[in-house]
């Protein structure tokens, strides 16, 4: 079982830029053998996928809206996935969740298997 912990969120203005981690801690498979990726749900919205990042980090993906301005990586010693996000726009108001996936997928992953409680972030216009 995963415990994944989300930090980094607040309000900004647009134009800005934030940095989320997401602190990973538990037993069994190395935070190594773990796809990452980052997803967003704003009020009345459904959840979106944002970013992924996997196992090694030599390959992500991203969401259309985001490409180009955020940024996802790892730092496998530390069992932290980061998203850093410039140029922020009022529509990247959302709560933001990290999400591991064991690997069973090929990258990107269709499913995630572990997700955190959510941090927030707010753009003003």
């Known amino acids: 079982q995963l415990r994944l912990v989300e930090s980094g969120g607040g309000l900004v203005q647009t134009g800005g830029s934030l940095r989320l981690s997401c602190a990973v801690s538990?037993?069994?498979?190395?935070?190594?053998?773990?796809?990452m990726g980052w997803f967003r749900q704003a009020p009345g919205l459904e959840r979106e996928f944002v970013a992924a990042?996997?196992?090694?980090?030599?390959?992500?993906d991203y969401a259309d809206s985001v490409k180009g301005r955020f940024t996802i990586s790892r730092d496998n010693a530390e069992n932290t996935v980061y998203l850093q996000m410039n140029s922020l726009k009022p529509e990247d108001t959302a709560v933001y969740y990290c999400?591991?996936?064991?690997?069973?997928?090929?990258?990107?992953?269709?499913?995630?298997?572990?997700w955190g409680q959510g941090t927030q972030v707010t753009v003003s216009s």
């Open positions: 999400a591991a996936e064991d690997g069973r997928y090929h990258f990107p992953p269709p499913d995630y298997d572990y």
């Open positions: 538990g037993r069994g498979r190395a935070f190594s053998g773990y796809t």
């Open positions: 990042i996997s196992v090694s980090g030599g390959s992500t």
